[in-house]
């Protein structure tokens, strides 16, 4: 079994700073890309950032410049740098990780709990 279990969410002020971390654990073979999505009350879960095995990342627009997306591959770890942060970007923060479990398996998204990054004024 592959567990994502996140960390790091919380209360700030805005303007203010926070550090997620997802470490993926289990049964796992290789990790291709990971990245974090973000779904805030009544709106669609999107994209904030990615990240490949071999450190390319992308960014959604809104996060340029203030967020940064970071992976340790020996812990199998994927971070999320927030700074600026602003009251839009409140929302629930997932983790996710394209990975397989064995050598000969095929690659499987697998998905982290969530954790809450609320942003007050």
């Known amino acids: 079994q592959v567990q994502l279990v996140e960390s790091g969410g919380g209360l700030v002020q805005a303007g203010g700073s926070l550090r997620l971390s997802c470490a993926a654990s289990?049964?796992?073979?290789?990790?291709?890309?990971m990245g974090w999505y973000r779904q805030a009350p009544g709106k669609k879960r999107e994209l904030v950032a990615g990240?490949?095995?071999?450190?390319?990342?992308n960014y959604a627009d809104s996060v340029k410049g203030r967020f940064t997306i970071s992976r340790d591959n020996a812990k199998n770890t994927v971070y999320l740098q927030m700074n600026s942060l602003r009251l839009e970007d409140t929302a629930v923060y997932y983790c996710?990780?394209?990975?397989?479990?064995?050598?000969?398996?095929?690659?499987?998204?697998?998905w982290g709990q969530g954790t809450q990054v609320t942003v007050s004024s």
């Open positions: 996710n990780a394209d990975l397989r479990t064995e050598w000969y398996s095929t690659n499987y998204l697998y």
């Open positions: 289990g049964s796992i073979f290789s990790i291709n890309a």
């Open positions: 990240i490949t095995s071999g450190g390319s990342t």
